[in-house]
């Protein structure tokens, strides 16, 4: 018997507040980034979650309490984000592509995301924590709230079996994926967005779009 994972991406957040740059681990969903929480929920209303993980960052834990008002989200830090490093060691002339190209191709494990944490460090975190996650017998349908790295090494695993890390899996605010996990991974959807399904608002990536809010300050 295979069992459900609806592994889903936190609502959209804003990084700065009048050009003064935010911390990553305090940001709240935007007005937008609720809007969007509430349309995963009318998206999965009735199905029956056992337990819902989040990295206990703000932004997940407040999109999993929109989702699944009726079940005490649980908090596993080690699925927090990939960790930046401090912006003003990234060469100028380096900065855009740090920001755009973070997640385009086969990421090497030893790449650094914007001067920070490498994927490599990502994946020995992420990977043991699914480990745990899977080894447990007390549920079948899980809804985990987390992040758009964490997701990308999630589905990077499901799909090739190892710490292969796909960056070009885009994770929109708010979007859903859902894996079922029994002898092997079935990955049947990736990023569905429901406040817009057929993507119509825009090409940009989330961290082009992040490039711009950096630019803007």
Not at 30 to 38: C, F, K
Not at 104 to 130: C, H, K, M, N, Y
Not at 133 to 159: F, K, M
Request: aromatic share 8%; hydrophobic share 40%.
């Amino acid at each position: 018997m295979r069992r459900r994972l609806y592994v889903m991406r936190h609502g959209a957040v804003s990084y700065f507040d009048h050009g003064r740059p935010l911390k990553p681990e305090d940001v709240p969903l935007t007005v937008a980034g609720r809007d969007q929480a509430y349309a995963a929920a009318s998206m999965l209303r009735g199905i029956d979650f056992d337990r819902v993980i989040t990295s206990g960052l703000p932004r997940t834990l407040e999109t999993a309490r929109i989702v699944a008002p009726d079940l005490e989200p649980e908090a596993w830090p080690d699925l927090r984000e990939l960790e930046t490093g401090r912006l003003a060691d990234i060469p100028e002339d380096e900065l855009e592509h740090a920001f755009t190209d973070a997640f385009q191709g086969v990421i090497p494990e030893d790449a650094r995301f914007l001067a920070g944490e490498t994927i490599g460090s990502l994946f020995d975190r992420v990977l043991p924590a699914i480990d745990r996650l899977l080894a447990a017998d007390d549920w079948d349908i899980v809804l985990a709230v987390l992040h758009g790295g964490v997701n990308r090494a999630i589905i990077s695993r499901a799909l090739t079996g190892g710490p292969t890390f796909l960056g070009n899996l885009e994770q929109s605010p708010a979007c859903v994926n859902i894996l079922d996990v029994g002898d092997e991974w079935i990955v049947r959807a990736v990023n569905v967005t429901p406040y817009d399904l057929a993507h119509l608002e825009g090409r940009s990536t989330t961290m082009e779009e992040l490039w711009q809010q950096f630019r803007s300050t």
